[in-house]
């Protein structure tokens, strides 16, 4: 009885006892990506401010142990953690949503996310993948987004492209930002990597594989300026940062790095998805 209770401890560890990643916890100084768009995460968990005169949008919160990294970064940046009005999420696995529950506490700002990742932000807890023995703090979800739907905060407009599959209310955003006198069109794109995802026999979700399909399609098609993405390792902003410090134009703007991006992640997904079949066959 008692070794099962310590077992049961075990399999319920909370997000903030989890071994993670050095990169994750990793602080990183924050810095000016294009326009008013700023990147606050970590080394490699990516966190984003968008600013405007009348109210900031934050877009995920990274790990319960890295919040005080991001708010410091907002701080240092010279922006108000109370000019957070909204908080948005690319999608409900732990290392983007453990922190927003105290971040959304300490803005009082608004959180919108989709349906289908509501029940998961607000129980804390997905129920497969690799994270699925994770728990971390429920947030409320204050508003849900549907497909295409634009919210705002100050002078801030975001919309909402569902791209599920990675998770299955996996939500990329999009937003303009002008720089130079020119408009650019943002992206923060929803994870499209398996990462440990069963698309055999899911029966958590069964349309998995139709969804990773039909979002890979949907993002290959679209058009950004700038990429972005919730980890730093899929687009290495350090790297850019430190060769617009040496000069010349932004690299952030990269008008062919999406689809750059989406050629590797879908030929990831066929390799995986070939891999996961031949092994459900043995
Ligand atoms: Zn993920």
Redesign the pocket.
């Known amino acids: 009885m008692r070794f099962l209770a310590a077992f049961a401890a075990l399999a319920f560890a909370s997000a903030a006892q989890a071994a993670v990643p050095a990169d994750w916890t990793t602080p990183q100084a924050p810095f000016r990506i294009v326009g008013n768009t700023y990147y606050v995460g970590t080394k490699d968990l990516a966190v984003y401010l968008i600013t405007s005169p009348k109210g900031d949008v934050l877009i995920d919160g990274a790990l319960v142990q890295t919040v005080p990294q991001i708010e410091k970064n907002i701080a240092a940046l010279g922006f108000k953690l109370s000019d957070i009005k909204l908080i948005l999420n ?2 409900a ?1 732990y ?2 949503a453990a922190g927003i529950a105290q971040i959304k506490k300490d803005t009082g700002a608004r959180f919108d996310a989709s349906a289908a990742d509501k029940p998961i932000l607000e129980t804390g807890s997905i129920s497969f ?1 690799p ?1 699925k023995d994770v728990h971390y703090p429920p947030v409320k979800v204050d508003h849900v987004v549907k497909d295409g739907e634009t919210v705002s905060a100050g002078d801030v407009h975001l919309t909402a492209h569902l791209t599920p599959g ?2 299955p209310g ?1 939500t990329s955003w999009t937003w303009n930002e002008t720089e130079g006198g020119k408009t650019y069109r943002v992206i923060d794109i ?2 499209v ?1 398996v ?1 440990g995802n069963p698309l055999m026999n899911n029966k958590a979700y069964p349309g998995i594989v139709e969804d990773y399909r039909t979002s890979i399609a949907k993002l290959k098609a679209m058009h950004a300026d700038v990429f972005l993405a ?2 730093a390792q899929f687009y290495d902003p350090q790297a850019k940062e430190a060769a617009r410090k040496a000069g010349g134009p932004n690299p952030f703007i990269a008008p062919a790095a999406l689809q750059t991006f989406m050629a590797k992640a879908e030929a990831a997904f066929d390799a995986e998805l070939a891999r996961q079949e031949a092994a459900a066959k043995h």
């Open positions: 690319t999608h696995h290392d983007h993948g994270t990675h998770t996996c929803c994870s990597s990462a919730p980890h």
